[in-house]
């Protein structure tokens, strides 16, 4: 529970191998373990900051849950803060999205396997 804790602490460079733990711990771990998991990812979901590691997640994770996790945090900010960030903020996501989209899809054997992912891509776009 302390370790996880460490993903909240916004001053730290994000552990992507403890997040792909505790989002591993949130399908598979049981009681308390999927409690504390549970908490910590809504707790970080809801952090305003949240958004703006997105792009480490997405880069740097190998856990597909972990990816769709880390799409929620993208959609959760454009539909509830969208209006609100600076547009210089607002046009680097999309453009960011955009080249998730042209990467993930320029491989016909990556854009098979990742079907679902770049569907989200499309559906956050």
Known sequence: AEQAGKLLDFTQKLDITLLDNVVSAMYTAEGEQQRVAQEVLTRLKEHPDAWTRVDTILEFSS???????????????????????????????????????????????????????????????
């Not at 999309?94 to 396997?113: H, P």
């Open 63 to 125: 856990n597909q849950q972990t990816k769709y996790y880390a799409l929620q945090i993208l959609e959760n900010v454009i539909k509830t803060r969208w209006k609100v960030l600076p547009r210089t903020q607002c046009e680097g996501i999309k453009k960011y999205i955009v080249g998730l989209i042209i990467k993930t899809s320029s491989d016909a054997s990556t854009m098979e396997k990742e079907k679902v992912y770049v569907g989200k891509l499309n559906m956050i776009l």
